[in-house]
């Protein structure tokens, strides 16, 4: 089967641009979201080792660099933090998986402007922030699976170090294949990956079996505090600075939490507040089905996926609960009268 037929048709365009684009790109600053998930990074890796392919410089930024869950992960290059004393003068960006320039953190976003940008995302309700060119495909399950349909498009094979980082992002961003958007097409495009070699049960293992004796501590202490609120059908739990530090765990051992929240019979809605400083607080929402989270997460000024969104609160925690909660509810009085 020719390596193209693993592209939907409704991709084809898509993917066929971008490497197009791609192509004609040299000394490329290829950067994610800050606080990368599995997505981000197999996205960057998937990114880097094309570009590489093709015979183009690249480096890889990330201003928080790589949580300590994907050190595991090999990727084509090291992580930049700073954009201070860097191999070379980026004259192009590649940005992935971000919808927001402030996504991308301070020191990215201020020297945006000045640099020719491509832009590969599926985030909903983004219109890509690409100078150069935008690739918005919200109906993808990873930024991931664009990357591989890149890939594809430019004529090479998804294997090694390559189809490992579109499986890493895949996995991440479909909850383990349990999320609604684990579609025909995803299946179809993993399916190719492990009859090539990938091992996908080996990347789970090292995602899933890597839990350090603070993050133990930290989930037992947020389960006891975890509440349900109307009559059920929304879970909460919020977790302060204190947490972390009497746990001895960093915020990165959240990772995945609220997503077990979601998982009390009768919860429609799984809400995670996080104290990050001073009047400042993230948040983490989760759904099923039908009901609508990033409207929720819209609210507030956040974003994200149908069922899957967060977002940041200037407010103290008493009061990111109150509005959080206020706004959860309201999202469900109106799919409830619509």
């Known amino acids: 089967m020719p390596q193209t037929d693993l592209i939907p048709a409704s991709f084809m365009a898509g993917a066929q641009r971008m490497a197009l684009v791609l192509s004609g790109l040299d000394r490329v600053l290829i950067s994610g979201h800050v606080n990368p998930d599995g997505d981000a990074a197999g996205s960057l890796a998937a990114a880097g080792l094309i570009l590489r392919s093709l015979g183009k410089e690249f480096v890889l930024y990330s201003s928080t660099g790589l949580p300590q869950y994907l050190n595991f992960f090999p990727l084509p290059g090291a992580i930049h933090t700073s954009l201070e004393r860097l191999p070379f003068q980026p004259q192009s960006a590649l940005l992935l998986d971000c919808g927001e320039p402030h996504r991308l953190g301070r020191e990215l976003a201020g020297r945006l402007p000045a640099l020719t940008s491509v832009n590969i995302d599926h985030h909903l309700g983004g219109n890509g922030m690409g100078s150069l060119a935008n690739w918005v495909e919200p109906a993808a399950a990873a930024t991931a699976q664009l990357m591989a349909y890149v890939a594809l498009a430019a004529g090479l094979p998804l294997k090694g170090e390559l189809a490992d980082a579109v499986a890493l992002g895949v996995i991440t961003d479909t909850g383990g294949f349990c999320h609604g958007s684990t579609s025909a097409d995803v299946l179809f495009l993993c399916a190719a990956l492990v009859a090539d070699g990938c091992d996908l049960t080996g990347l789970r293992q090292h995602l899933e079996n890597n839990w350090s004796p603070g993050r133990m501590r930290l989930w037992g202490r947020l389960m006891e505090r975890a509440r349900l609120t109307r009559g059920g059908s929304v879970a909460f739990c919020r977790v302060l600075l204190e947490d972390l530090a009497q746990c001895q765990a960093c ?43 990033r409207s929720t997460a819209a609210l507030l000024g956040g974003g994200g996926h149908f069922n899957a969104a967060g977002g940041t609160l200037r407010l103290t925690p008493d009061q990111a609960e109150k509005a959080l909660l206020d706004a959860v509810d309201r999202q469900l009085n109106d799919e409830k009268t619509a």
Do not use: N
Not at 269 to 274: E, G, K, Q
């Open 251 to 293: 915020k990165e051992d959240l990772e995945g939490f609220v997503e077990q929240l979601r998982r009390l019979r009768g919860v429609r809605v799984a809400a995670l507040l996080r104290e990050e400083g001073p009047q400042l607080c993230k948040f983490s929402l989760r759904s099923y089905g039908s009901t609508d989270v």
